[in-house]
């Protein structure tokens, strides 16, 4: 049975910090890209960072850039988000996703259940 399951959320004031962690189970974890997602109250889900297989290669969306880390441990079957700089528009539920592609061009998607983060004073 595939799992995700995200941890770490919260409320925190601007400017503080927050680390999100993914524990995930069911599949062969060091297979498949990694990503966090967040999707705010009225508004679409967006992509806010993506690691590769083998943690050598990341993406961030220009609005977290410099203030967001993502990271990995395939030994543990762990994806981390760290959100440094915290803004109020950063407020959302963020979600972790897994994402395969095959030869044959088949895509496995997997996403957890998501944690709030919620950044007010």
């Known amino acids: 049975q595939v799992q995700l399951v995200e941890s770490g959320g919260g409320l925190v004031q601007p400017g503080g910090s927050l680390r999100l962690s993914c524990a995930a189970s069911?599949?062969?974890?060091?297979?498949?890209?990694m990503s966090w997602y967040r999707q705010a109250a009225g508004k679409e889900r967006e992509l806010v960072a993506s690691?590769?297989?083998?943690?050598?290669?990341?993406n961030y969306a220009g609005s977290v850039k410099g203030r967001f880390i993502i990271s990995r441990d395939n030994a543990k079957k762990m994806v981390y988000l760290q959100m440094n700089s915290l803004k109020p528009e950063d407020t959302a539920v963020y979600y972790c996703?897994?994402?395969?592609?095959?030869?044959?061009?088949?895509?496995?998607?997997?996403w957890g259940q998501g944690t709030q983060v919620t950044v007010s004073s």
């Open positions: 069911g599949f062969t974890f060091s297979n498949y890209g």
């Open positions: 690691i590769s297989t083998t943690g050598g290669s990341t």
């Open positions: 996703n897994a994402r395969r592609r095959s030869v044959d061009g088949s895509q496995y998607d997997y």
